[in-house]
Structure formats: C-alpha cells, structure tokens
C-alpha cells in the first residue's frame, strides 16, 4: 500500500503505511482478517476495539496471504471463500447453503493461506537447499575435474621420468658392451700380429737358408761332400682367431611395459558423493540465525530483536580529511572508516578525531570493508590491487587482480570471506577470496544472463550476496553459487541505488539518491519501508553500514557528516 495523501509523500515517501485513515506512520505489522497494514499504535487500537480484538495481527513480513477475489459463476454478485471437501470445488456462502448444506467445507482463504505457505516452503527449500546444494556437489565435480587433471600430469611426468631412467640404463649398457667390443677386438688383433711376427721370422730363417743351400750347391764348393745334410725347420703353427659373435636381446612392448610399468584403475567401489540432509541444513541455518541475533555478547544472553516503531538519532560525527562520506566502514574497536569522491580514505577516533588517511583511486564505490580480525581491506582500481591495513597502520599489497579493476570490497561476517567486485572494459564481475588471498569462486552473469555491475557490495546472513549499481538503477542479488534470487528496483518512478548493507534479521538497507532515502527490505528483496528520508533529518545518502551493536550509520553525499541511528529493538 503506497501513501498518496499529498504531491510531497508521493514523490519522496514510497513506502509501506498504515491502513489506517489518516494515518501515515510505517505498517510494520498486518491484520489477517482486515488484510491490511498496521502501525503499532494503530495495531494497540484495533486489538482494543470489541469489533476487531479477536483479530489475527501479527509482523508483516509473516502476514497471511489474501485470497484472490473470484466471483460466483452461479451468483455473480458473490465472491467465492467456500471450498466443499465432498465436491472438491470452491464456491460462494449462497452455493454452500442451496446445494452443499450437508457437506463438510473449509474457509476458502485459510486454505489459499496454508498452501500458499505451503509452497512458499518448498520455494524456499529450492532456494536454500536443493538450488545450493547441488550447485555445492557441482563445484565439487569442478574440484574432482581440476585434481584429476593435476593426477594425470602427475602420472605423465612419473612415466617419462621413468621412461627416461630406462633410456639412460640402457645407454649405459650399450655403452658398456661397445667398450668390451673394443677391447675384444685390441686382444684378438694383438694376437694376430704376435702370428705376423711369427711368420715373419721364419720367412727371415727361410731367406737365410736359402742363401746357406745356394751355397753349398756351388760347383766349386767341396764342402757339400763334407757337411752334413742341412734340415728346415717346419712351417710354425698357429691358430685362426674365433670371432665374437653378437646375440641379441630377447624382449617384447611387453617387456618394455612391465619394465616401465603402467596405469590402472583400482578396483574400488566408487565413493558416492555426500549430500548433505535438508534437516541438518535447517538446523544450522536456524543456530547461525540465534547466534546472530545474540546482541549482548558480554551476558550472552540471547535477545530477540525486531523492527522498531521509530528510528532514534544516537550521535553524529563529522571527518575531517573528505568533504563527503559516499562509503563508511566501521571496524570491531569502533573507529570509522570514511571514503569521499576524490579517493580520501580517512580514519577516526570515536571522538572523530583523524588517525589515518590515504589517497586511493576511489570514486562512488564502496571500496574498503573492515575485517573480523580488526585490519580494513581496500581497493585500487588504477593500480589492480587489494590492500590490507594492520591495526597498528601498517599498509601491505594483499590482492593482485590482474586484468581487472576492483571496484568494490566486502568482508564476510560468515566466515571471513573477501568479495570483490570489478571491472574490465565493458565486462563486471564478483571474485570471492579466502581471507588469505586465495580465489575460491568467480561469478560473471547470474543464471538469468544478467550482469551484475558491483559498484557497492554486501552479503546477507543466508549467504546471498547484494550488489547496488548506481549505473543499472537496481540492486541485483545472488545466492553464494550465483543463482538470480531477485532485482530491486525502488518504489518510486526513479531509483538510485548507491550504499547497501545487511542487519542481523538479514534486511537489506539501501540508499536511494533520486529521493534521499533508505529503504528496507526483507532477504526476499521485499520492500518493508523507508526507514530514512529528509523529514527525518537525512539528506543525499550515499554509504550505509551496521556495526555489531546492531547500530545503523548513514554517509551523506554533499558533507563530511555519517549520522548513527537504532532502528532495531
């Protein structure tokens, strides 16, 4: 229900009012019969009144859902709100009394309430489960993909090195037998010239004798008939040398396999993959729900917190250092982090006194987030690189990214998680980074193709992520694997979305720059209200985030002011 009361609240207060005539304060709370919003006073009043004090109200965001109007076929001037167990069909109260007296009914709309429920159940078990789930089990097979990669070049580099092992045992080898060869063959040929000069010794003994015998055959020699008969020694013997002779090698692939081994699949039964009960999802999520919602750490003891009736004014700061606040970040010692439109990042006591500043690339962007372990992160998109600030102010590269310029930055509350949103000339996208550093996951386009251009970035306590784009006019919201869960685009006919956050009931808090105001939604980008405009004091907001106290701090774009609000009790 809008407020359309004067020219003003319609073009500066698109939001959520009471019912009631006259009445203009925020309908935070329903009546399931009256089937309107209520303020809480109007709220008192209506279970006051004897007419209406027996009627449901209960917070808006658990407001039964109206049935639909449909009109008789048969009695055109009534509204069916009857449906007949026995006919299985929905009728009018004049139907009922004619034809169906007998029969057993149920209210029309507690029936279109409860499967409405009913089905908002199984939606959000899609959402929350089924949809994260196997996303999960289809990272995981992306993990399986990349380990097996990495095993198979493992088992590649083990084969050649082992391959190679057996060629260089093998050259080795060879190279040893061709050395025997060599020395085979200096023995043999030593004793074949040991042979040459056998013979050659008895070819000199022959020449000798033949002069000797030439001698004695000489007409004028009378010796011959004197001497004695001249022997010749016999021819030497010697033996032919035997030849090595080369056996070869007797082996086969076979052979050369078992020798270098091979890959086999184990005969494992494959482990099946683990799917984690919806009942135990249910659980955690309910115990990370309690455990956010223990306000009072020091006597842990667990409050229940819901909307308040008003948004009180706790204090106000003014930086010294920026001329205005487009992004705040407030860190565990609850000192301030300020960011204006020229790239000053500016830290202040709680007195807002400066005790740092830095000159960035920053512009509109949310670009520093405070980090559970007490360090802020920022960015720098000229330079591509993610910063990390120590508490004791010493400043260290933390993140390169490449070819892509970060804009924004947020650190989880969930588990230290950082998200960065960035740029490359047309293209954005959203990086997530353990708190060390290490990439985890990269979500370009959601599953409905549409970019989501992260100039301001948070994450919800479902582990949604929200992303505001000034340029898009529109809040786009993802869950961690990156489904579309839905876009906001304001209630008025122009929306400016610049600073956005998340409470501890997992709203969502906007800065709309077209009409001055924050909105609230619920995690199912559900418009609750304007929790801050003009009349209230606000003027051009443009960075917004809670601390742990559940307080809400607003930045304004045309001063160096950040206010600090309650709007939770």
Not at 179 to 202: A, G, N, V
Not at 377 to 384: A, V
Not at 390 to 397: A, M, R, S
Not at 479 to 491: A, D, E, I, L, V
Request: net charge neutral.
């Amino acid at each position: 229900m809008m407020s359309e009361s004067s020219d003003e609240q319609a073009a500066g207060q698109h939001y959520l009012v009471c019912g009631t005539e006259d009445c203009q304060e925020n309908g935070q709370f329903y009546c399931n019969d009256c089937h309107r919003p209520l303020c809480e006073k109007c709220k008192d009043e209506h279970l006051k009144n004897p007419d209406t004090k027996s009627h449901e109200t209960v917070p808006y965001r658990y407001r039964k859902q109206q049935l639909p109007v449909e009109k008789c076929k048969q009695h055109p001037t009534r509204n069916v709100d009857i449906f007949c167990q026995e006919c299985k069909i929905s009728i009018c109260l004049k139907c009922f009394k004619k034809e169906h007296k007998s029969h057993d009914f149920d209210d029309l709309e507690d029936l279109y309430a409860e499967k409405y429920a009913l089905w908002q159940g199984e939606f959000s078990k899609i959402q929350k489960y089924f949809l994260p789930s196997t996303q999960g089990m289809k990272t995981d097979i992306e993990d399986d993909v990349t380990e097996i990669k990495k095993i198979m070049e493992s088992i590649r580099t083990s084969m050649k090195a082992e391959a190679e092992s057996l060629k260089n045992l093998v050259d080795e080898v060879t190279s040893e037998n061709i050395e025997h060869t060599h020395t085979m063959e200096i023995s043999l040929i030593q004793m074949l010239k040991s042979q040459e000069t056998t013979y050659d010794d008895y070819i000199a003994y022959l020449g000798k004798m033949n002069d000797e015998f030439q001698e004695y055959l000489s007409l004028t020699n009378k010796k011959l008939l004197f001497s004695e008969t001249l022997r010749i020694k016999t021819i030497p013997e010697t033996t032919r040398p035997v030849p090595p002779v080369f056996t070869k090698g007797k082996f086969s692939k076979d052979d050369i396999s078992k020798l270098l081994g091979s890959v086999i699949v184990p005969n494992i039964k494959p482990e099946k993959r683990k799917i984690q009960p919806m009942e135990a999802v249910t659980t955690h999520m309910k115990s990370t729900e309690k455990q956010l919602e223990q306000t009072n750490e020091k006597s842990n003891v667990k409050q229940t917190l819901s909307l308040s009736s008003s948004v009180t004014k706790v204090r106000e700061y003014s930086v010294p250092g920026v001329n205005s606040a487009y992004h705040v970040s407030v860190d565990k010692s609850g000192r301030l982090w300020v960011s204006n439109v020229r790239g000053n990042l500016v830290q202040t006591d709680l007195q807002g006194n400066q005790l740092q500043k830095i000159q960035t690339s920053g512009v509109w962007e949310g670009y520093h987030t405070a980090t559970q372990d007490g360090d802020l992160i920022y960015t720098d998109k000229d330079k591509k690189m993610i910063y990390r600030i120590t508490p004791d102010k010493k400043i260290t590269e933390f993140i390169k990214t490449g070819d892509w310029r970060p804009l924004s930055v947020h650190s989880s509350r969930i588990n230290g998680d950082i998200l960065v949103g960035m740029i490359k000339d047309k293209e954005a996208k959203i990086t997530r980074y353990s708190k060390t550093g290490k990439e985890i996951q990269n979500i370009q386009r959601d599953n409905q193709g549409e970019e989501l251009n992260p100039h301001y970035i948070t994450e919800n306590i479902n582990g949604d992520i929200c992303t505001s784009a000034w340029n898009k006019r529109a809040v786009v919201v993802v869950n961690k694997s990156g489904q579309h869960r839905f876009s906001y685009k304001g209630q008025g006919s122009k929306f400016i979305p610049f600073g956005i956050c998340t409470d501890v009931l997992s709203h969502i808090l906007v800065c709309d720059s077209y009409y001055s105001t924050v909105h609230l939604l619920d995690q199912d980008g559900e418009f609750l209200s304007v929790i801050l405009s003009p009349r209230l004091g606000i003027n051009s907001p443009r960075g917004v985030c809670v601390d742990d106290e559940n307080n809400l701090y607003v930045g304004q774009g045309n001063t160096n002011t950040v206010t600090v609000y309650t709007y939770l009790q």
